[in-house]
């Protein structure tokens, strides 16, 4: 999956986080805030890279706000910021792979 | 079945803490045309990662018809889901293209083959017309559910209290359930303020037939319950007649009586079916049979 504009997902909403993926020239950058990123950041971190890896995105500026949110709410923000990112350039969402993601 | 918004990860979160026997996550009606993506990786990763505590997951999906539908089915396959369900289905065709792109999701993500259920929602006159062919056309099908504000729509009427523009289409739902062996799922009830009027509904659903109900409010779960619960003079009841069946059998005589009467085998059956409802309730069944 090829990052080739701006994809944003989620809210500010407690329980919820605010992802926004864009194209980078310098692999996966990721910016984190929120509360639990103190405490958990490695573990957020690793959600992170899992999924991208997962969805073949090798090159992507992540950004992502939290508000406590479960890692399987920050993944499925990933994948819908993601699959927006990559809709940017052709004219339908590439397919999400749901049978390889972590 | 507890309706859960699927663009809301709060609820997804707490869904099963509030008791229901299913939660369904919404991602039809209750997620815009903008988020319909964005939702479907939520209800993905939490039917993935979230344990439910032996709670039933099922999901709506969007209709076939439309450009969700096919990826919804995909992702919940592959997340894990228990029960797919359909919204608007008016024909048999309908469940059985839903059984054949949810047996291709089996395929691709190794899953065993049917071990995804559907239950079809029919919310039209057409496919309440239909509904005998609906509730027999797939192996797959667990149920079958009405959904009363878009049929109440299409029959030009609007709802009221006793119910009485849906009698006809909840007769026939429960009814061509029963022929083909599978649930009856009632509507939902929207106004949650009005506690009175949804257990006079959930005692209708009952009487008719009915095998639950969907609710939209956590607060309803126990309503629902407590009308489905069996009391415990009908337990008492239930287990005389299955031991009076059962000393008649012991003698090899045909007839059972108790307290004087005859006691017919729909009688016996109903009276296992109260007993079945008890021990799924949690119910105290003391020496039974």
Redesign the interface.
Known sequence: MKIAGAGT??TA????VLVVVEPSEQGIRIEMTGPSVSGFGTEIEDAVRGTLAALGVDAASVRLSEKG?????I???L??AC??AAAEENET?P??P??V?P | MLYVPGNNPAMLRDAHIYGPDSVMFDLEDAVSPKEKDAARALVFEAVKTIDYQGVERVVRVNSLDGPHGLEDIAAVVTAGVDVIRLPKTDSARDVRDADDAVSAAERRCGRAPGSVGLLAAVESAHGILYVREIAASSERLVGIAIGAEDFVTDMHTTRSADGVELLVARSMLVMAARSAGIMAFDTIFSNVNDEEGFIREVKLAKQLGFDGKSVIHPSQIALVHAVYTPQADEIKRARRVISAAREAERRGSGVVSLDGRMIDRPIVERAQRVLAFARASGADIDGEE
Do not use: H, K, P, Q
């Not at chain 1, 909403?13 to 919820?16: A, L, N, P, R, V």
């Open positions: 997902a989620g909403e407690s329980g919820d949110a479960l890692d399987c709410t993944r499925a923000r994948i819908a699959g927006r969402a397919g999400i749901w049978e993601l």
